[in-house]
């Protein structure tokens, strides 16, 4: 009897990432909601799990709804500008209240042992301490914000030395001046100052939104930082989402790879979003995680694997490890993530004033998403470059396809010589042609 775990197919495709992320410096931001919730037990025990795989953490961690809560509480209103209060000696109370109680509950969650959680027979070391270095925020239009601040510098060298020794590093939302004053700060500002000083492979925001999206309110899954920054100028000063992306995008900017922003509630987000291909979230990097690009030696294993299900269904004529390592210069692949997920080929003929777009594909997963359309465009704008009056396409399936692309039917006598030599009369192949203007 054959039994299959769902599980396993999954622990199988998450393997290369639990590799990767193996001695890798994250810095994860959990706002106060996340904590307030029922979800921030769960959300412990997921950082944890990271640990154990190796990932060095830095956390830090929001009290904005905790702090409100006791300054409610106790009949305080405080003064707000910019969405910013002002912290006078009433309120720096309450944030010092808080951020203690805040931390001795993480620092009791993370020492946790019991068999049914991830740190079952594991010593995880956490250490917080005055990491973070601030200055006061002055006077704004008027305002004196008093002991509101913001990050000065953090002590990046003193918190990789506590990574070295496979502690996790807790940050709350305070830093301290050289003259013994504490200040309260932005939670995502002390992320980003944390995660540059760091330079961090991974800045990851915990908030209330599942991402960016676009006007048809689907998921931007992938932004550079002045793609991301649009986005906030609808933002509310002060909001979550805009100090958010004020973080992601200076971080970006400022040297971290990849910043994520996932939801909190959504109890798979952050090991979704680190441990599958395509994530949970939004991305902002300065590099593209997909990429249309040439080809190398390097992705003739991705190749063979993506062609190989279209050749056995004849819809690509079979091509040898051996043939693509001799032709691996007419090709183009797009890569996201690592993964060759399309390809395409251009392939010239000296006798001829055409050439042939051959091998164009997409992975089945992939499709519907315009890639194709810009393999051809990728691959035409080469033959251009080239010289190339034309482009000819043999095909069996997808004929119509490359019609709506401005290929239109030909014969086999517009084909070139060599091509039409060998041209494969038991494939049937339809021939459609493309003029190229200019």
């Known amino acids: 009897m054959d039994t299959r775990f769902p ?10 990432y639990i590799n990767a992320h193996r001695g890798r410096s994250f810095v994860i931001l959990v706002e106060g909601e996340a904590m307030a919730s029922e979800r921030g037990e ?20 929001g009290i904005r709804p905790q702090v409100q809560a006791a300054l409610a509480a106790d009949a305080i209103t405080p003064q707000r500008l910019n969405g910013r209060w002002v912290a006078n000696a009433a309120v720096m109370q309450r944030v010092e209240q808080v951020a203690a109680r805040q931390r001795l509950w993480l620092e009791a969650r993370l020492s946790l042992g019991l068999p049914s959680t991830p740190l079952h027979g594991v010593e995880l070391g956490v250490v ?70 760091l330079e961090a492979d991974k800045l990851i925001l915990l908030g209330d939104s ?26 509310e000063p002060g909001s979550e989402t805009a100090r958010h992306l004020q973080a992601a995008c200076a971080a970006a900017r400022e040297g971290v790879a990849r910043t994520h922003l996932l939801p909190w509630g959504n109890h798979d987000a952050l ?17 593209r995680y997909e990429q ?38 007419d090709y183009l692949v797009i890569e996201r993530d690592g993964m060759v997920i399309g390809c395409g080929a251009l392939q010239l003929f000296d006798e001829a004033d055409v050439a042939e777009m051959a091998c164009v594909a997409v992975h089945h997963d992939y499709r519907g998403g315009a890639r194709g359309e810009r393999l051809v465009e990728a691959l035409e704008q080469r033959a251009r470059q080239r010289g190339v009056g034309g482009l000819f396409v043999l095909t069996t399936h997808t004929v119509h396809w490359f019609a709506e692309h401005g290929f239109r039917p030909a014969s086999l006598a517009d084909l070139p010589p060599l091509k039409r030599d060998a041209y494969n009369h038991a494939r049937q192949s339809k021939v459609l042609f493309k003029a190229l203007n200019g």
Request: charged share 25%; hydrophobic share 45%.
């Open 271 to 287: 090991l979704g979003e680190l441990f599958t291909r395509d994530g949970v979230g939004t991305m902002i990097t300065r590099q």
């Open 128 to 197: 917080s301490g005055n990491l973070v270095t601030a200055k006061p925020l002055g006077v704004r239009e008027g305002v004196d914000f008093d002991h509101s601040g913001e990050v000065r510098r953090v002590r990046g060298s003193a918190i990789n030395g506590l990574l070295d020794q496979g502690s996790l590093v807790l940050l709350p939302p305070l830093g301290f001046s050289s003259t013994g004053e504490v200040f309260d700060l932005d939670a995502a500002d002390v992320a980003r100052h944390a995660a540059v000083a």
């Open 292 to 329: 249309l690009r040439p080809a190398s030696p390097a992705d003739i294993a991705g190749l063979l694997e993506l062609l190989e299900p279209l050749e056995a269904r004849g819809m690509l004529v079979a091509r040898s490890r051996e043939r693509l390592e001799h032709e691996i210069d």
């Open 42 to 61: 769960q959300l412990v025990q997921d950082l944890a799990l990271l640990h154990t795989l190796g990932v060095r953490l830095t956390l830090v961690f």
């Open 210 to 235: 599942d991402g960016l999206t676009d006007d048809q309110g689907r998921l931007l899954r992938q932004l550079s930082p002045d793609e991301a920054a649009q986005h906030r100028h609808g933002a």
């Open 7 to 16: 599980f396993v197919d999954w622990f199988r495709n998450a393997s290369p």
